[in-house]
């Protein structure tokens, strides 16, 4: 469960780093931050909600994971997935995504989403489907 530690950290990181930017904007979010947080907020909750598919997607005895699992899950994991946030904080007013630039980003977003989604769900049935004769 160390991922569910790691995803809990990550969210509070992002979260802190957007209050600190409200706080800092006299309570303004950038649509940078804003669409950061979001992005990253929509990731860990998808995957925590289809979190069996997802532990299908490891292969912890095949792979020889260990420490570098646990450190995974406890540093990198929270600590640089949310390292895009570092150059938005102090980001200046005026300087903004425009709706343009935004819909481009979610969209190449959502497109990753749903390629990564996929073969995680083509990982988990060929799994799945091995215990059960490979029908």
């Known amino acids: ?37 979001w992005m990253l907020a929509w990731f860990l909750c998808e995957y925590m909600w289809f979190e069996e598919i997802h532990l299908y997607t490891y292969d912890l005895f095949a792979e020889k994971l260990g420490f570098k699992l646990f450190w995974g899950c406890l540093c990198f994991y929270p600590f640089f997935y949310c390292i895009g946030v570092w150059s938005i904080i102090n980001h200046k007013p005026n300087v903004d995504l425009n709706k343009v630039q935004m819909f481009g980003i979610l969209s190449l977003f959502y497109l990753g989403w749903s390629l990564t989604r996929g073969s995680n769900l083509q990982k988990f049935w060929f799994k799945t489907n091995l215990r059960r004769g490979g029908n």
């Open 1 to 37: 469960y160390l991922y569910v530690v790691g995803a809990t950290y990550l969210l509070l990181n992002l979260l802190s780093a957007a209050a600190l930017q409200i706080e800092q904007n006299n309570g303004k979010l950038s649509n940078a931050m804003g669409i950061y947080v």
